[in-house]
């Protein structure tokens, strides 16, 4: 008995959509699952959003742990408006940043980072 060529067209258009699924279903996971949250504090560096289609707020901070040692960086994405709005007016300023970790997105489209800041404040020099 042979298939028929419809049939064989409904299975893979099936199995398309199964896989899409499964990778919506894991991107979402991904998203909202942090692996681990915490705080950095340094001097706010850098913040520019990047990306060829997929545009990304990406950052910098510069970690000093004692005057006179090398400066460690945290590279960093943001996405939401609001964190991005109160970064770009504490620039140059000693922050701390929240953030959490999300290990394991598929693509640079979600940040060019696993570090996502969820919120900032500034610190007294």
Do not use: D
């Not at 909202?32 to 545009?55: F, P, V």
């Not at 970690?63 to 945290?74: D, I, N, Y």
């Amino acid at each position: 008995m042979a298939i028929s060529k419809q049939r064989v067209i409904v299975i893979l258009a099936g199995f398309v959509v199964v896989v899409a699924l499964l990778f919506a279903a894991y991107v979402a996971i991904a998203l909202s699952w942090s692996y681990s949250t915490g705080e950095r504090a340094g001097y706010l560096q850098k913040l520019s959003s990047k990306g060829w289609i997929c545009k990304t707020w990406e950052g910098e901070q510069s970690l000093v742990s004692l005057p006179g040692a090398t400066p460690e960086k945290f590279l960093f994405t943001v996405r939401s408006p609001e964190v991005v709005a109160q970064l770009n007016a504490a620039m140059g300023k000693r922050v701390t940043l929240n953030y959490e970790q999300h290990k394991g997105l598929p693509t640079s489209c979600f940040g060019e980072t696993e570090y996502f800041v969820t919120g900032m404040k500034e610190v007294a020099p």
